[in-house]
Each structure stands twice: as structure tokens, then as C-alpha cells.
């Protein structure tokens, strides 16, 4: 089956960075779309950044030009560079992808198990 297994998070200090990747394997087709959200407890999932096989990259607001997000469509791999992080990314940072399993499948999302990101003041 698809999994996607992240490395990487860890705990740091505020204003420190660390970097996340994640690689999906399994029966794939093509990946339209990688990328990175995060969850704290009680609260939903949200969206942090991605990146399709072509064109600019998308971040949420809050790390756009902290967080910087790398595709190799070739290795279905992405990797988000975290740089100038604050207390308040501390999450469970979690990875995504919008594929097909084969030509005919429908476009679906997968999740990574995640991956926890602890930042102390």
C-alpha cells in the first residue's frame, strides 16, 4: 500500500531551525500535489505548505518566509526547511500527498504518521 514515511523534527529553541522529509513509496502513479501540515492537541489540522510538479509553492501565512518547501518529483520526495521557529509551531507536523495509485484511480490524499515538532521559548 502508499505509505509516506517522514524523518527529521526533534526539539529545538526558538529562533533555531530543523528540517523535515518525508518519502512516499508504494504502488504510485503520480503525485500531483506534496506537502506539510500540522496539528496541537484540540485543535484541527491545518494546512502549512506545499508544492505540485510545477509552479511556485504555497504557504500558510504564519511561516512564509521561515519555512521553505522542496519537491524531487522524481524521488517523490519533499522536504520543508524550518528556519526562525517560535513557540508557536510546536505541532505534530504531519505529511501529505494527492495521488493516483494508477492511471485510472481517482486523485486521493495520503498522511505520513507524523512527526512531532517541539519549539521552547
Known amino acids: 500500500q502508499v505509505q509516506l514515511v517522514e524523518s527529521g523534527g526533534g526539539s529545538v529553541q526558538s529562533g533555531g531551525s530543523l528540517t523535515l522529509s518525508c518519502y512516499a513509496s508504494?504502488?504510485?502513479?503520480?503525485?500531483?500535489?506534496m506537502g506539510w501540515y500540522r496539528q496541537v492537541p484540540g485543535k484541527e489540522r491545518t494546512f502549512v505548505a506545499h508544492?505540485?510538479?510545477?509552479?511556485?509553492?504555497n504557504y500558510t501565512a504564519a511561516v512564509a518566509g521561515r519555512f521553505t518547501i522542496s519537491r524531487d518529483v522524481a524521488r517523490n520526495t519533499v522536504t520543508l526547511h524550518m528556519n526562525d521557529l517560535k513557540p508557536e509551531d510546536t505541532a505534530v507536523y504531519y505529511c501529505s500527498a494527492h495521488l493516483q495509485k494508477s492511471q485510472s484511480d481517482r486523485t486521493r490524499q495520503y498522511w505520513g504518521q507524523g512527526t512531532q515538532v517541539t519549539v521552547s521559548a
Open positions: 508544492r505540485g510538479t510545477a509552479g511556485d509553492p
Open positions: 508504494g504502488p504510485i502513479f503520480s503525485i500531483a500535489v
